[in-house]
């Protein structure tokens, strides 16, 4: 966007944050993105630099966390409901018992956040275990054709002792 924050067309949205027209039309009608106000029929939908940040935002979460797009719609949901929380926490006039409601409600859409990070950090906390379990197997498979091939038995080990499954790099 320019510094002067002009408004822009869905192509050039799509251009300057590296997606589809396609793609932007589908996460509004998913509603990860507002719908497009109405407009007299025959003009182009036009995207403010707000909307702009907010897909910018989309495709970063989609992208670093790997979930589906419902669990992205439940982790923006949440935000949203949390930056309520903060604009009404910014106010001079709550009184205490208010403050406390509102932060507790803060901490359920945190939880809730949370949750779902936690279960894609374990989920690519699993793969890398297996990964680095197969990648020891290899290893070993390697290293007793090399003392093969140079004429040397390979140490015992307990996959020469009991037959081993075939191992698919």
């Known amino acids: 966007m320019s510094?002067?924050?002009?408004?822009?067309?869905?192509?050039?949205?799509?251009?300057?944050?590296g997606t589809t027209p396609r793609t932007i039309r589908y996460y509004e009608e998913i509603g990860l993105l507002a719908q497009a106000p109405e407009r007299p029929s025959g003009r182009h939908r036009i995207y403010?630099?707000?909307?702009?940040?907010?897909?910018?935002?989309?495709?970063r979460l989609r992208d670093l966390?790997?979930?589906?797009?419902?669990?992205l719609k439940?982790?923006?949901?949440?935000?949203?409901?949390?930056a309520a929380v903060r604009a009404q926490l910014r106010r001079e006039d709550v009184d205490p018992e208010r403050r406390r409601e509102l932060?507790?409600?803060?901490l359920g859409h945190i939880d809730r956040q949370l949750e779902l990070v936690r279960r894609r950090a374990a989920e690519l906390g699993k793969l890398d275990d297996e990964l680095?379990?197969?990648?020891?197997?290899?290893?070993?498979?390697?290293?007793?054709?090399?003392?093969?091939?140079e004429g040397l038995f390979p140490p015992a080990?307990?996959?020469r002792i009991?037959?081993?499954?075939?191992v698919q790099p």
């Not at 702009?52 to 935002?57: A, G, I, P, Q, T």
């Not at 009991?162 to 075939?166: T, V």
Request: zero cysteines; aromatic letters at 0%.
């Open 65 to 71: 966390l790997g979930v589906s797009l419902e669990e």
């Open 132 to 149: 680095r379990e197969t990648r020891k197997r290899v290893r070993r498979k390697i290293r007793g054709l090399d003392a093969a091939s």
């Open 103 to 106: 932060l507790t409600e803060a």
């Open 3 to 17: 510094a002067e924050g002009a408004s822009l067309r869905i192509g050039d949205v799509a251009r300057l944050v």
């Open 74 to 82: 439940t982790l923006l949901t949440a935000e949203e409901a949390r």
């Open 48 to 59: 403010t630099e707000a909307e702009v940040e907010r897909l910018r935002e989309v495709m």
């Open 162 to 166: 009991a037959p081993a499954k075939e």
């Open 157 to 159: 080990s307990p996959a």
